[in-house]
């Protein structure tokens, strides 16, 4: 008798899926997806005989072994394309939150460890919500002992490709429109109109400027026209202290709109940069038209891209690189990469002199392209990338293999927000001789964090939200399921840019919880934390507001996608961490965290108030001084 592996798309119908039980009298099943909506749904639909596996503690241990040699393939598998096409593809930049090529290579290891364990004659069933993995597994898993049933339907996989090639249309038209926006806006409020001023205008400057390139939103100027500078607080400032002139490139990031809304959208950051007292070096005040044709030109590449190897360990991933391929060839995000390149030719032209740059860091596909670009057009021109944001160790773009240090476009400085940030980076193959420790400026709050009241009364858990749809499902469904008949009431704070607050109620209705119980807040999150016994989050780096006030914080682990945790840097410490993967593991960590004995309570304020200082770095002239030295 073999064992029998059923493989069924997440849109199959659960009748023609039975139809193949009828003989069995038990069997397991195991999801494949990022949709954790769509695995609940599952759930209801299985009969009772049919046993769910669940894999999310061997999906992040298999993800954190993986981890590296995945990097060196992917470095590998593309370092054949020219550097324009390998540089603007998404298939090559390793981001585990677009590409999902990476999480599905540990599936298909968790699933190996799962049928290797258990090796006696059996049935199992692995929906996924994607053909090309469903394809992948059968052809990786035939083998004599094994009886493949794959419930394909050409018709639905057909519809799925043809939706593919549909995305190059749709993407190449976005980035065509989008430029013709920012073309005409930069215009129609051009430096001249009377909705600009001459004194803002980078040109002005000939000696000592100073670029900084980050992300502007509509709500980063307020009521008076002043700019925020959320990314890089408080460096302009600093900086024309030193007699240097400043000038923001702006990356302007718009959020899904409607169209009438969206142009509304985009002219009020255009009226607002060109009102503001800051200098704004505008991207479309110097590239011409004909650069939209140009980047095209640049990045056609990626519709026949060449992978050196498709094989990665033991697994023929040929099915999944060419639906990437595909997927994201021509995509919006890798033509702009190639007029971040093309600005820097038109700013040369004009003859603006640039004395350093600096940019955010996150080594993203936005970054590499431009770097280029500052290179060959500016050779003498420093550049700094500053580490602004937490680093997630499943977030694989962020990372570099050992094999492209040489040829990997990197900024000549690194600046780190802190030494535990500064080790990770060197740990992570990059050049001990790029990195700088220097101040922590997004996170200066942390060092004014006031400590959780340990003495607080009640049993009150602080639910600090995520901004991505998947893992708030998650986290609320985990939460209030294991805690709705426990005797403790919640604070839900959602994300202030995507608050989903529909997405909450819907998830109370579902867990069946007493709304009475559920309060949602806004406002400071340590403000919200001194109101608490517990904090819980996933995939956060609100995780480090926890540890810096010393509340108990509860991180829930990710079932079926990657855990984007920055505490997984660290070995395991039974004192200061609350991990949950299942429903019974919150429970139980969440008793433990309002039972903590007052010895306990003291140390965790003790130890947040250690790791900070070790840590993360503070705004001070010396700190700030490395971006000038």
């Known amino acids: ?57 061997e999906l992040q241990r298999r993800a954190k072994e993986l981890r590296r040699p995945f990097i060196d393939f992917v470095t590998m598998a593309g370092s054949s394309n020219n550097e324009f096409v390998r540089w603007s593809s998404i298939v090559f930049e390793r981001n585990t939150v677009v590409s999902p090529v990476f999480l599905y290579c540990c599936y298909l290891e968790v699933l190996k460890d799962y049928m290797n364990r258990n090796p006696e004659p059996r049935t199992v069933i692995v929906i996924s919500e994607n053909w090309s993995l469903l394809e992948t597994i059968k052809n990786n898993f035939s083998s004599p002992s094994l009886e493949v049933v794959y419930l394909q339907n050409n018709i639905s996989k057909l519809i799925n490709i043809l939706k593919d090639y549909s995305k190059i249309i749709m993407h190449s038209a976005l980035f065509t429109a989008m430029s013709l926006l920012g073309y005409a806006t930069a215009r129609i409020y051009g430096k001249n109109s009377s909705t600009g001023t001459n004194k803002n205008n980078p040109e002005n400057e000939k000696n000592k400027l100073i670029v900084l ?22 460096l302009d400032s600093w900086i024309k202290t030193k007699g240097y002139n400043v000038a923001i490139m702006p990356l302007i990031l718009i959020p899904k709109l409607n169209i009438k809304s969206l142009l509304k959208s985009y002219k009020n950051i255009m009226l607002s940069m060109r009102k503001s007292e800051d200098k704004f070096l505008v991207p479309w005040d110097y590239l011409k038209l004909c650069d939209v044709f140009n980047a095209f030109k640049m990045c056609l590449g990626q519709l026949w891209l060449k992978f050196n190897t498709q094989n990665f360990l033991c697994w023929d991933l040929c099915v999944l690189l060419k639906e990437d391929r595909r997927k994201f060839a021509l995509n919006s995000r890798g033509l702009e990469c190639a007029l971040h390149y093309l600005l820097f030719k038109r700013l040369a032209e004009r003859d603006i002199r640039i004395n350093q740059v600096i940019y955010t860091f996150e080594n993203m596909l936005t970054e590499k392209l431009f770097l280029i670009g500052a290179k060959t057009f500016y050779p003498t021109t420093k550049t700094i990338g500053f580490q602004h944001s937490v680093l997630f160790p499943l977030k694989l773009d962020t990372y570099i293999s050992e094999k492209e240090t040489a040829n ?36 200066a709050h ?36 294991a805690l709705k008949d426990e005797d403790v009431s919640f604070l839900v704070k959602p994300k202030p840019d995507a608050p989903m607050t529909d997405i909450i109620d819907e998830i109370i209705k579902l867990t069946g919880i007493s709304p009475v119980k559920i309060k949602l807040v806004s406002g400071s999150l340590s403000e919200l934390i001194r109101q608490s016994n517990v904090m819980v989050t996933i995939a956060s780096g609100a995780v480090f507001d926890g540890i810096a006030s010393g509340i108990p914080t509860l991180r829930i682990k990710r079932e079926l996608d990657l855990d984007l945790d920055p505490l997984d840097w660290l070995d395991f410490d039974p004192k200061r961490d609350f991990i949950a993967y299942t429903v019974d593991d919150v429970r139980r960590e969440v008793r433990r965290s309002l039972n903590l004995s007052e010895q306990e309570k003291e140390w965790l304020i003790n130890y947040g108030r250690k790791f900070i200082r070790k840590n993360f770095s503070p705004v001070t002239e010396e700190t700030l001084s490395v971006f000038l030295n």
């Open 1 to 57: 008798m073999k064992t029998k592996l059923i493989l069924a798309h997440k849109d199959e119908n659960p009748g023609r899926l039975l139809h193949y039980l009828k003989r069995e009298d038990s069997a397991s099943w195991i999801y494949m997806g990022r949709d954790y909506s769509h695995a609940m749904q599952w759930k209801t639909r299985m009969p009772h005989n049919v046993t769910h596996v669940e894999i999310g503690k």
């Open 213 to 234: 390139r980050t992300w502007v939103l509509n709500n980063f100027f307020d009521k008076e026209g002043v700019f925020n500078n959320a990314y890089l607080p408080v």
């Open 408 to 443: 990997s476009p990197l900024p000549d400085k690194i600046i780190c927000s802190g030494e535990f940030f500064r080790n990770i980076m060197s740990k992570e193959c990059y050049p001990a001789s790029k990195l700088e420790v220097g101040p922590a400026l997004r996170f």
């Open 446 to 481: 942390i060092f004014e964090k006031k400590e959780w009241d340990k003495k607080s009364q009640g049993k009150c858990v602080l639910i600090a939200c995520p901004g991505y749809k998947n893992e708030l499902i998650e986290l609320l469904f985990k939460v209030l399921t």
